[in-house]
């Protein structure tokens, strides 16, 4: 929230950093030029640091220590709203909805309900251990707290009474604030029941499903937490009666993909091949049907490469450990598990063939993310390569480290340019954006027929599929639209270093093919290739994609699926 206009030079001083300041109409037009559809805010509701960091002089940035949660949080309101009152901070919050919502982007909140800002036993008393400290916290016997969230405190969502206060706060931000959708963080520990464990049929998590104030309301999961059986993608509840269910953040989507460009290509350098193959990273490009029930369709994925703890896209091409010492821990705080790749050489460097090889590598992840089924999210700086400088938990530093950027190198522009094409292409070809998953041997509406060539144009077998030998494929997805026009799309995919010869794959209905874009090319194609047949040969960079349009009628054929 903060960090989006803080150093934006043409939103006005007393709005930057404010919610006057995401409402900015300089704001609003960077997020419509760049082609996102919605917004998801870090934590909005009241929130204070947390004791270590006041006694070092550090400032929580990010705002997973919740005070209240019907309270948006005042220090985020501009100086003359804060001094008008809470009244005052709710109408500017409630106006940046309505401007967002004008401009047709949603609002998205991230949400803690998990924990609260009253730390572990002996911490500060500010709401919940006040009132009533047996019901609101979970604890054992003799009243030790049992810690799932791993910040000294676990709200107990084995009583009701907990469980009602997240629905009132949630049907307060949807009807009274407009909010569109909700993340929740460390959703796990809300499906807790009296024993402790998940359940995906647990009062609350249903609940959140079925309640007519949040029918229209978009439910997203960080589908883990740090208790025991936390870690649950795939296992959040499905839709029911025709309403959309639970999305999740899908972990194994960015693992997998950070590895295929990242992870993989620094083991290929030091032994001469990559340790597997591409049949994992094909599964994630369709849609991860391998962690979604069939009922559930690829939009219950929620894909992402980064997010706001870990490193940054550029980061993860520039670093190969972290480098957290500002954050006062002694470099201990902040995973150790980052499947990056510096490309040769940590952080900074004049080296052009080290620098070329990391930008290309940051246009290959932000295309897989953008030309995937499921839904996207882009972390905020990443659509123009944004550094923390190898810092992979800057949640206490309110600083220009983690602000974002408005003045930008031609490296930057150029990944922008990227990021933004890739946002009008995902637009423009329904074939990279089915709601549905295929079903062998069957035509499923809204699914797109997916058919998988190697490099040789021939249908992939177990073997392609398996073998770390075969690091290209040839990715040719149908669109079965019931409302969309019919559209057909080709990318190709090659995971190695070194170049390659394709053949374009011979396909029933495809005529012709048209390159859209190549992320070999550090400035993106902005019309339309020259048509090439089927058959043809054509050169693909090592460690690049290509995305093609197929042109030709559509054939009625039965749907393949990976």
Known sequence: MRGISRQNPDVPEELRGTYAGLAHESTIGYLKHLGVTAVELLPVHAFTSEQRLIREGLTNYWGYNTLNFFSPHAPYATRAAQAAGP????????????????????VILDVVYNHTAEEGIGGPRTSLRGIDNATYYRQDANGVYIDVTGVGNTVNFGHPVPQRLVLDSLRYWAQ?????????????????????????????????????????????????????????TGNFPGGTDGRDGWSEWNDRYRDRVRNFWLADIAEARRNGQAPIGIGGFATRLAGSSNTFSPERGPLASINFVTAHDGFTMADLTAYDVKHNLG????????TDNNRSFNHGTEGPTLDERVLLDRHKTMRNLMGTLLLSAGVPMITAGDEFGRSQRGNNNAYCQDSELTWMSWLRTREQREMLDTTRRLLELRRDNPALR???????????????HMDWYDATGALMDDEDWNSPENRTLQYLAASTPDKEEFNRVLLVVHGVEDDVEVSLPVAPGVESYQLLWDSATEVPILEDGVELAPGSTRLVGGTSMQLYRANGPRVETTTSAA
């Open 87 to 106: 009244e005052a901070v709710l109408v500017e919050f409630k106006g940046m909805v309505k401007l967002l919502h004008e401009a047709g982007i949603e």
């Open 176 to 232: 009274e604030v407009q909010i569109d959708g909700f993340r929740f963080d460390l959703a796990v520990t809300l499906g807790r029941g009296e024993d402790a464990s998940y359940s995906r049929d647990h009062p609350l998590i249903n609940d959140m499903l079925s309640d007519p104030a949040l029918s229209d309301v978009k439910l997203i999961a960080e589908p883990w937490d740090v208790g025991i059986g936390g870690w649950q």
């Open 327 to 334: 954050n006062g821990e002694n470099n201990r705080d902040g």
């Open 434 to 448: 089915p709601s549905r998953f295929a079903v062998y041997g069957q035509t499923t509406p809204n699914a797109s």
